[in-house]
């Protein structure tokens, strides 16, 4: 089956720069790539998602970039925000939505 | 325009009792799925059913948890004789099937076990 893998597991950044984290996946017939949000306490948050036949994918201050060759894919936020702090989960799909363990992203002010 | 309606949001069982745990998809979805979630760690797969069948039970421990998605009603997990290593936050989430759709969590139920 697929196997999701998250680096780095945490990762602090200064308010204003920019954050990057970057998930590798195992099966070459996943085709659907969701990022989510994970405030605290609450709900898995869909924030992007990218599929197999685009590259790259922006929407404001987040973008995923996509290396199918690689198998791997990333999340970058811009302009990082206190508010941008949570849990980030990365995912991929072929038969079944399989998870990262998560980044716990910190914003200083 | 209701999202993925989950309850109980808490639930309190001593071990041996049996728990249930309801999802409602979002309006338009006819697939669900269920997570569970441990402090500090992802979101493993349990089940994904759609109206009346089960598509795929792969995550689901053998023994003690059942699923359903009746023709009329919400979704239900139902966990029998619950024992301390089932506490847990519990997510459902909900799709429209179609291939590459995104899924949307419910706020979950949070399961501890006494």
């Known amino acids: 089956g697929e196997n999701v893998e998250q680096h780095p597991s945490t990762l602090s950044v200064q308010e204003g720069d920019s954050a990057v984290i970057k998930c590798t996946y195992s099966?070459?017939?996943?085709?659907?790539f969701p990022w989510y949000k994970q405030e605290l306490g609450k709900r898995p948050q869909l924030i992007i998602d990218?599929?197999?036949?685009?590259g790259e994918k922006k929407d404001q201050r987040i973008a995923v970039t996509l290396n199918k060759t690689a198998k791997h894919f990333s999340l970058h936020i811009t302009e990082t925000q206190p508010e941008d702090s949570a849990v980030y989960f990365c995912?991929?799909?072929?038969?079944?939505?399989?998870f990262g363990k998560g980044i716990t992203l910190s914003v200083r002010p | 325009n209701a999202g993925v309606m989950q309850n109980p949001r808490h639930l309190v069982r001593r071990r041996g009792q049996e728990a249930r745990l309801r999802c409602s998809p979002m309006k338009g979805h006819s697939h669900v799925y269920w997570y569970r979630q441990l402090p500090e760690e992802g979101l493993k797969f349990m089940v994904y059913?759609?109206?009346?069948?089960?598509?795929?039970e792969s995550g689901m421990p053998k023994e003690r948890f059942s699923a359903e998605f009746p023709k009329e009603g919400p979704s239900i997990l139902r966990i029998q004789q619950v024992v301390r290593g089932d506490s847990a936050a519990y997510f459902c989430?909900?799709?429209?099937?179609?291939?590459?759709?995104?899924?949307?969590f419910g706020d979950g139920t949070r399961l501890s076990i006494l």
């Open positions: 059913l759609q109206k009346e069948n089960i598509i795929d």
């Open positions: 995912a991929a799909t072929s038969s079944k939505l399989t």
């Open positions: 989430a909900s799709s429209t099937g179609q291939l590459n759709q995104p899924q949307h």
């Open positions: 990218i599929r197999s036949n685009v």
């Open positions: 099966d070459s017939a996943s085709n659907y």
